[in-house]
């Protein structure tokens, strides 16, 4: 089975936002795989290990995400490719990332492509979908579970607590929710291993796009911080009068309940 | 100037979700004086128009077909794209939930046009119309416009208020007839697992849980107390990993962004993660053992005290007030 991955480098979760210059500041931050894509990574493992195959790990970004790109050749990805944007492209969103992806996909007949189901920077969701779309091939979003059955395919998928048990075939491009599988952490070997992967670089000329054909649709004008809460009002006395206090102050004061 | 603006009402257990009204107020604030059509797909859902009136829908269009009976991403396409293709809309709204989020991207991309998700504010400035959207689940926020294309935009439920209801506005349903073919998913089965039908990313109250709950069944005065005020329960990471609860209700920058009028934490001690998905709540409870705990920092009440204490005293003093 010849599976895809989509991955992203993201900021780590530890990490609090500043801005400097009007754009998020990134200097001494740690990045990571976003967490949503490391569930597709490890998914893609399992299945190949299950229907042998090959994984490649596919990034649209800077060089710096080299770095998480080799993370998931040493998890056991098997190639990574890294679509550097850095030169060429000035702005982008959601429209840019997933027209290179599914310019790059387009003749690499995947079987099938998983990708997060949200990347916990930009937060928007629609890079799978949008490629999907692209392809013209079925998606489903926020998968918990994926079994591959020769021509069929049975899918959970989170839909706001509920689960849905959904039948299609391949190809296919699923997006992965929390619960789909617990990501290992790469291996000492599997880092080694991963030294020697190959992890091809690619720019858009590779791909014979050209700088308009993915300029972006929307425009961020400004980026700000959200307004600082004033430390609140810790109730005090006995337990039972605070929270007599509190129901008072959550109806007349809050106004909420 | 004004526009044409399609918004989708989407419809849960035979009822219109609140956010469908959410969607008109946004469409009517994007279309600056223009028009706003209501598109209601599914199966049998027409009598649920006239409401759609009196939440402010201009026009409303119904697609009905058993196909469509429950959400696929093909069939929900191909209806949406036929009303698209009759009114020719300058742009569309979805509510941003489980179908919005499915569903608009694939729209979008087929119009060749942007998409702003997880709008929480639409503003005017210099009649340009500029959305609001938190990132880093709610750590900042950006403002875009769109440049190009139609004009997408998903809304996140409980950020934009209704216009207020006009009791007896009605107006005439228009059905079009759209055949749907080749849905290439299929749904074989359903569990729901929502407790109560409230919503997580709906809810205006949401009572949540942290490693301080200790147990599975130690989130039953936390269920207890959402029940009572009409809410829901939520979790930290700490408690899913835990095995306590399940994934489905974990709030953070992994798990859902929640903003309810009511946010009560319970032994919860509000890491960095954690804080980014529920910060943004109108009013914040902490109620924590330790007094040093983070959670006190964003909370606008604190008690120092045992959970397991002070939340039946909580359901205690609720009750009381319901009746009298």
Redesign the interface.
């Known amino acids: 089975m010849n599976i895809f991955v989509l991955m992203k480098r993201t900021f780590d979760t530890e990490e609090k936002i500043s801005i400097s210059g009007g754009k998020i500041a990134d200097d001494g931050a740690e990045f990571i795989i976003n967490p949503y894509d490391e569930y597709a990574i490890e998914e893609a493992i399992q299945l190949r290990d299950a229907h042998s195959g090959e994984v490649t790990v596919v990034s649209v970004g800077s060089e710096e995400a080299e770095k998480q790109l080799r993370t998931a050749l040493a998890m056991g990805a098997d190639k990574a490719v890294l679509i550097n944007i850095e030169d060429d492209v000035e702005e982008s969103d959601q429209f840019t990332t997933a027209r290179i992806l599914a310019e790059f996909l387009k003749d690499k007949e995947a079987d099938l492509i998983i990708g997060g189901n949200v990347a916990i920077d930009g937060g928007s969701g629609q890079v799978g979908p949008r490629v999907a779309e692209q392809l013209n091939i079925p998606y489903i979003t926020t998968i918990t579970s994926i079994e591959i059955n020769g021509e069929t395919v049975t899918v959970v998928r989170d839909v706001e607590g509920d689960s849905e048990t959904i039948e299609t075939s391949l190809p296919l491009l699923v997006t992965a929710q929390q619960g789909l599988n617990d990501p290992r952490y790469p291996s000492l070997p599997g880092i080694m291993k991963a030294k020697k992967k190959p992890l091809d670089e690619l720019e858009l000329d590779d791909l014979d796009l050209e700088e308009e054909d993915v300029e972006p649709k929307t425009k961020t004008i400004d980026i700000y911080l959200p307004p600082k809460k004033e430390a609140g009002r810790i109730l005090e006395g006995e337990i039972d009068a605070q929270v007599k206090e509190l129901v008072d102050l959550l109806r007349r004061e809050a106004k909420v309940v | 100037m004004s526009k044409k603006i399609v918004v989708l009402a989407e419809v849960r257990e035979g009822a219109l979700r609140n956010v469908s009204f959410e969607a008109i107020a946004a469409g009517k604030k994007i279309a600056d004086g223009g028009e706003v059509v209501s598109v209601l797909i599914g199966d049998n859902v027409s009598s649920l128009g006239q409401e759609l009136f009196a939440f402010g829908a201009d026009k409303v269009i119904t697609v009905e077909n058993d196909k469509l009976k429950q959400y696929s991403?093909?069939g929900y396409s191909q209806a949406l794209l036929a009303v698209i293709e009759a009114e020719k809309p300058e742009g569309l709204v979805f509510g941003h939930?489980?179908l919005g989020?499915?569903?608009?991207?694939?729209i979008?991309?087929?119009l060749?046009?942007?998409?702003?998700?997880?709008v929480t504010v639409i503003e005017e400035d210099g009649g340009e119309t500029?959305f609001v959207?938190?990132?880093?689940?709610?750590?900042?926020?950006?403002?875009?416009?769109?440049?190009?294309?139609l004009v997408f935009v998903t809304i996140r439920p409980n950020n934009i208020d209704p216009l207020p209801k006009e009791e007896g506005k009605s107006g005439e349903v228009t059905s079009l007839n759209v055949n749907i073919t080749d849905l290439?998913?299929?749904?074989?089965?359903?569990?729901?697992?929502?407790?109560d039908g409230v919503?997580?990313?709906e809810a205006k109250?949401i009572v949540a849980g942290g490693r301080g709950v200790k147990s599975e069944s130690g989130f039953e005065p936390l269920k207890e107390l959402a029940d009572l005020?009409g809410g829901a329960v939520g979790a930290s990471r700490g408690a899913c990993d835990a095995e306590y609860c399940?994934?489905?209700?974990?709030i953070g920058?992994?798990?859902k962004?929640v903003t309810p009028?009511?946010y009560i934490a319970c032994g919860l001690s509000g890491a960095?993660?954690h804080m980014?998905g529920m910060?943004?709540s109108?009013?914040?409870?902490?109620i924590n053992k330790d007094?040093e705990a983070n959670i006190?920092?964003?909370?606008?009440?604190?008690?120092?005290?045992d959970l397991f204490?002070?939340v039946p005293?909580?359901i205690e003093?609720?009750k009381k007030?319901k009746a009298s």
């Not at chain 2, 989020?101 to 694939?106: E, G, H, N, Y």
């Not at chain 2, 060749?112 to 997880?118: A, F, I, P, Q, R």
């Not at chain 2, 290439?184 to 407790?195: P, S």
């Open positions: 991403s093909d939930t489980a989020k499915d569903l608009s991207p694939r979008a991309s087929r060749k046009s942007g998409l702003v998700s997880d500029v959207r938190p990132i880093y689940s709610g750590k900042a926020f950006e403002k875009k416009i769109i440049t190009d294309g290439r998913t299929i749904i074989k089965d359903v569990v729901r697992k929502a407790t919503d997580l990313s109250v005020l399940d994934y489905s209700l974990q920058q992994t798990g962004v009028d009511l960095i993660q980014a910060s943004n109108k009013v914040i409870v902490a007094p006190f920092k964003v909370a606008d009440y604190g008690i120092v005290g204490e002070v005293l909580l003093e609720f007030i």
